[in-house]
C-alpha cells in the first residue's frame, strides 16, 4: 500500500538546463496537486490536476513551468530554463476526490532543486 | 482567494507544557482545516484535521478548535514531548481548490 511516490528525491541542475519532477499518487487517488517549499517558508500551491486535466493552475508561473497528468503514468511538474531562483523542494500531494468530504490529502517525500 | 495567517511563527516550551498555535482564515467558505507536521528534510504528515461542522476533535494530546463566526481555528498539544519538535503549518480550504497553508510555527520542546 504505497503512499505519494515522489522521483527524483534530489536534483541538480544549472541554471538554463530543464527540470523534470514526477509523482505517482497513492493507488486510487485520481487528484494530484504541486506545492513548492523555499527554504524556511511554507507551502505555496502552484497547478491542481485531475487525470489528462488540469482544473487550477492559478499558482504557477505564466512562464517555464507546465504540468501534465497523463491518462497512464505520473504527473510530471517541468521547469524550463531553470533559475536559480527555482532551488526549492517540491511537493506533490494527492487525494481520492475533491469534495468537501474527503478531501485529505497525503504529501510525497519532495523533490529537492537545487539550481548551480 | 482565501489567505491564512498563522501565529507565532517560532514557539519554546519545556517538556510537559501546552503549545498553542493559532490560525486565522479569511474565506468564510472555507470548510476543511487541516494541521500538518514538518520534520526537518521530511515531507509534510496530516496529524489532525477539522471540518465546518464540527467545533472541537481530538485525538490523543492533540486537540483543534474552530471557531467559523471569528474565522480562526487552534492547535493544542498537551504534555509536549522532545519528539514533538518540529514545524506546524495549518491550512484551510473550500474543497474544490487546494490547501492555502499558513507560514508555519517552529515549535521547540525543550527537555
Same mark, same amino acid.
Request: charged share 40%.
Given at each position: 500500500n504505497a503512499g505519494v511516490m515522489q522521483n527524483p528525491r534530489h536534483l541538480v541542475r544549472r541554471r538554463g538546463q530543464e527540470a523534470r519532477l514526477r509523482c505517482s499518487p497513492m493507488k486510487g487517488h485520481s487528484h494530484v496537486y504541486w506545492y513548492r517549499q523555499l527554504p524556511e517558508e511554507g507551502l505555496k500551491f502552484m497547478v491542481y490536476l485531475q487525470k489528462e486535466n488540469?482544473? *487550477? &493552475?492559478?499558482?504557477?508561473?505564466? &512562464?517555464?513551468f507546465s504540468a501534465e497528468f497523463p491518462k497512464e503514468g505520473p504527473s510530471i511538474l517541468r521547469i524550463q530554463q531553470?533559475?536559480?531562483?527555482?532551488s526549492a523542494a517540491y511537493f506533490c500531494a494527492s487525494s481520492?476526490? &475533491?469534495?468537501?468530504?474527503n478531501n485529505e490529502q497525503f504529501f510525497g517525500p519532495g523533490t529537492r532543486l537545487t539550481v548551480l | 482567494g482565501e489567505n491564512v495567517e498563522q501565529h507565532p511563527s517560532t514557539l519554546s516550551v519545556q517538556e510537559g507544557d501546552s503549545a498553542v498555535i493559532k490560525c486565522t482564515y479569511?474565506?468564510?467558505?472555507?470548510n476543511y482545516f487541516p494541521w500538518y507536521k514538518q520534520e526537518l528534510g521530511k515531507r509534510p504528515q496530516l496529524i489532525i484535521d477539522i471540518r465546518s461542522n464540527v467545533g472541537e476533535k481530538k485525538d490523543q494530546r492533540i486537540a483543534v478548535t474552530l471557531n467559523k463566526t471569528a474565522k480562526h481555528f487552534s492547535l493544542h498539544i498537551t504534555e509536549?514531548?522532545?519528539? *514533538?519538535s518540529a514545524v506546524y503549518f495549518c491550512a484551510a480550504n473550500t474543497g474544490r481548490r487546494a490547501l492555502t497553508f499558513g507560514s508555519g510555527t517552529r515549535l521547540q520542546v525543550q527537555p
Open positions: 488540469i482544473i *487550477d &493552475e492559478s499558482g504557477m508561473p505564466k &512562464e517555464r531553470v533559475v536559480r531562483g527555482d481520492p476526490r &475533491e469534495t468537501s468530504t | 479569511s474565506d468564510s467558505a472555507s509536549t514531548q522532545p519528539e *514533538d
